[in-house]
């Protein structure tokens, strides 16, 4: 007896209360959608740390009645409970645990994972009796209802409540809070969601909790009797797959440098970020990326960057953003971190630097093709060179003969841009798209930056359309709108938009020159967005294309979204190599008035659904001159004229693709074809725009197509978690979408708290959320705590419970 006493005053005098471990602290940044909808998390842990009084009483109630109903009256240990447990395990009882709620607040808080050998359980019996008298019983309740692990990846009731119910924990009723303390000693095998044997034990023990909360007092026994089972909510594991990491990705880069917002802050400080991202918008953005065949004969290559994104002009605030398909697999974003040669995007940049300099829309230039620009160089000071416009390969272009610049715009011709720029410098042009929001490093002062030789982002000329959309007036652009700490605004966008970057008169010439892009031009496919001839929604544009096809682009604005669709290919070394066609243009070119404006136009056709029509300032165009020369007819465009009509086929519903994608061309339309899952052998098609009606010859038609039965989200288990440590691989599964599941045997082999093996194995391919079992070792001869899950009656008086898991 004496030896004991003098063993625990030692320990008494030689273990002071440590700090608690800094995940105890560490609360989940939740990050919100424009419309309040969560978007995603940053998080060490899943935990909202909650006052006593942010939760309702009964929870604290439950938890007491379940775990430790003499909580208030011992002294942190409670030795008879442990002789008790101790007994009824040896005579073959029920097993049973002696800790305390104080105890496995104790060793939640102040040890780290694993730590449970006989010496670390005495240190825990020292440390409950000191806390018990540092910390009020208030206070040490709180702590442990903050941190308790339950399962699902929570830590704490306010995280276990949006888990399993999707609410906070303020609104948990009596049955949830029932439930969720109930599986407090096992939540890895007692949830629901594991099948029928989880889900009699959790009704089981939900039956206990309410019949103890009964016998004391908390509910009525006919609260008791009334009450039904709960049903959680389907388990979505917080995962950055898809669109979601993308965008938080953003989220953190643009916070990166301010004060207390550096990505530690964000994984362990709680805050509630409010971002510019429309969902619907979104969703619409992934839709349209979506339609590029990304499988089997005419697939797109897995090189193709794809990039859609969209600003609003009044703010700067970016309302979309695609730049990859799947951030787990790319974490890559092809229009924030890639960059590529934004080719006749470029020229709106230059006309309106002309238009500055004292040119008229209605000025005449020779916009034939090959040709030698006197000043037109390569360089700097070198010789100078033919020019040629876009046509057929080896046609040296096409030649338009005299045009005015309305007409050089809409038909992109490269010829006459090329005399413009000679003339008002490329300094002027560089400067335009510097003031427009064009970065300096993504621009330069050579003659060929009218057609867009210098690499840049696709956000970066999303944000200088805006700026055009906005009739001169350039803002930043930006994803986040305020980050809050609680009720304290800690970061909050307060951009100024800069009024007359451009002067607003310039630009409204320039927005009439780019609506002809779209009317007559090689933007016409964006005439399905104009609407009903009643009440049309003017679109302003402009496509670009590249030599050599490595890149192409659809610009675009109304007067209250600009949005810009981009594809370049990246060669294996990063730089730039021409596009592998895909899907109907196998063996052709891709450009800007192909896939990159019918993508848009669909894209955009969701987006202003239910929009108010707005017009652009309104502009009357000059009266052209009398041409120096007669001009040739220009290339066909899609007719005005009501007669030149085209029929839809019928009857290509249900077929493939490939057989309707060539009738529809026969017929004089272009298929625009849209990805939809269904249960439909992939390829099939589901439905035909316009079919059986009469379309001016040339318009693009949607054609829904089957990618087949939608498939059950998958995850991956990872790799070198066999003799790695308890902690770490809970960390890496649960990052991966999957619940960890953890046994515990006695080895000779492996050290205390080491991972043995993991069942499914390592690589393996399992369904997202789905278990993974993980033995550890106990070490020689381990054998506290059980390696069986306790029934929770630890104290012999339907009190004390089995302890509390750590994260």
Do not use: C
């Amino acid at each position: 007896m004496s030896l004991v006493v003098g063993v625990f005053t030692a320990g008494w005098i030689g273990w002071a209360v440590p700090d608690e471990r800094k995940e105890i602290g560490s609360e989940t940044t939740t990050v919100y959608y424009a419309n309040d909808q969560v978007m995603g998390k940053f998080a060490a842990v899943d935990r909202t740390i909650l006052g006593l009084d942010e939760m309702p009483p009964y929870v604290g109630q439950a938890v007491l009645a379940s775990e430790d109903q003499n909580f208030e009256n011992h002294m942190g240990v409670d030795p008879l409970g442990m002789v008790r447990a101790l007994v009824s395990n040896v005579t073959g009882g029920a097993r049973q645990g002696g800790s305390t709620l104080t105890q496995q607040y104790v060793e939640n808080t102040y040890f780290e994972p694993g730590q449970t050998s006989y010496a670390d359980k005495f240190r825990e019996i020292i440390l409950a009796v000191k806390v018990d008298q540092e910390k009020s019983k208030d206070e040490i309740l709180e702590g442990y209802l903050n941190s308790i692990y339950l399962g699902r990846g929570a830590y704490g009731f306010e995280a276990a409540a949006k888990a399993y119910f999707d609410k906070p924990a303020a609104e948990l009723t009596v049955s949830e809070t029932a439930m969720l303390v109930g599986i407090i000693p096992s939540p890895s095998y007692w949830d629901p969601r594991f099948g029928e044997e989880s889900r009699a034990v959790a009704e089981e023990k939900w039956g206990r909790v309410l019949r103890n909360m009964a016998e004391q007092g908390v509910i009525t026994e006919e609260e008791r009797s009334s009450a039904t089972f709960p049903e959680p909510v389907k388990y979505k594991p917080v995962s950055r797959a898809g669109q979601v990491g993308y965008l938080l990705e953003e989220v953190r880069k643009e916070l990166a440098g301010k004060p207390g917002l550096d990505e530690e802050d964000l994984m362990n400080n709680g805050y509630e970020i409010h971002t510019t991202i429309n969902p619907k918008w979104q969703k619409a953005a992934v839709a349209a990326a979506k339609t590029i065949p990304t499988e089997g004969e005419g697939a797109a290559s897995k090189r193709l960057g794809v990039s859609i994104v969209s600003v609003d002009p009044k703010d700067g605030a970016i309302r979309a953003l695609y730049g990859g398909k799947d951030y787990e697999k790319n974490q890559y974003n092809a229009a924030t971190d890639g960059k590529a040669q934004p080719g006749s995007t470029f020229k709106p940049f230059t006309l309106i630097g002309a238009l500055e300099e004292g040119h008229e829309l209605n000025e005449y230039y020779t916009g034939n093709s090959p040709m030698q620009i006197p000043g037109w160089t390569k360089e700097a000071g070198g010789p100078e060179v033919e020019l040629t416009n876009f046509g057929a390969p080896g046609s040296g272009g096409e030649s338009f003969g005299d045009i005015d610049l309305i007409d050089a715009t809409a038909n992109s011709v490269n010829t006459v841009y090329a005399q413009l720029n000679v003339e008002i410098g490329p300094e002027k042009t560089q400067d335009v798209a510097i003031r427009a929001g064009i970065p300096k490093e993504s621009t330069n002062s050579t003659l060929s930056n009218v057609l867009g030789t210098e690499p840049v982002r696709a956000v970066d000329l999303a944000g200088a359309y805006a700026t055009f959309a906005a009739q001169g007036t350039r803002s930043e652009p930006h994803i986040v709108t305020s980050v809050k700490d609680g009720e304290k605004v800690i970061h909050e966008w307060t951009g100024i938009p800069e009024q007359g970057a451009i002067d607003p008169e310039v630009m409204t010439k320039a927005t009439y020159a780019m609506q002809q892009v779209v009317e007559k031009g090689s933007g016409t496919p964006a005439l399905e967005l104009l609407g009903p001839d009643a009440n049309p929604r003017p679109v302003a544009g402009k496509t670009g294309s590249t030599n050599d096809n490595k890149s192409a682009w659809f610009a675009g604005y109304t007067p209250q979204i600009a949005t810009v669709v981009g594809l370049y290919q990246a060669t294996e070394k990063g730089g730039q190599d021409s596009i592998t066609p895909f899907g109907e243009w196998a063996g052709g070119s891709l450009t800007g008035g192909t896939w990159p404006v019918w993508a848009w136009t669909e894209y955009m056709k969701t987006v202003t659904e239910g929009m108010e029509v707005q017009e652009f300032p309104e502009y009357k165009p000059p009266v052209p001159p009398p041409a120096p020369t007669p001009s040739p007819d220009p290339s066909p465009t899609i007719s005005d004229d009501p007669e030149d009509k085209v029929l839809v086929p019928v009857g290509l519903v249900g077929q493939q693709i490939a057989p309707v994608s060539a009738a529809l061309s026969t017929a004089g339309v272009n298929p625009a074809p849209v990805e939809a899952e269904s249960e439909h052998p992939a390829g099939t098609v589901l439905s035909v725009q316009h079919e059986g009606q009469e379309v001016k010859r040339g318009s693009s038609i949607r054609v829904e197509v089957s990618t087949g039965p939608p498939q059950q989200e998958t995850a991956q288990v990872p790799g070198g978690l066999i003799g790695g440590d308890e902690n770490n691989a809970r960390g890496r599964i649960q990052g991966a979408g999957l619940e960890p599941v953890f046994e515990y045997q006695a080895s000779e082999d492996y050290a205390e708290g080491v991972v043995m093996n993991v069942s499914p194995g390592e690589g393996s391919e399992v369904q997202a959320g789905s278990q993974v079992r993980v033995l550890v070792s106990r070490g020689p001869g381990g054998i506290f705590p059980t390696d069986e899950p306790t029934d929770g009656n630890g104290n012999g008086n339907g009190g004390g419970g089995g302890r509390g898991n750590t994260p």
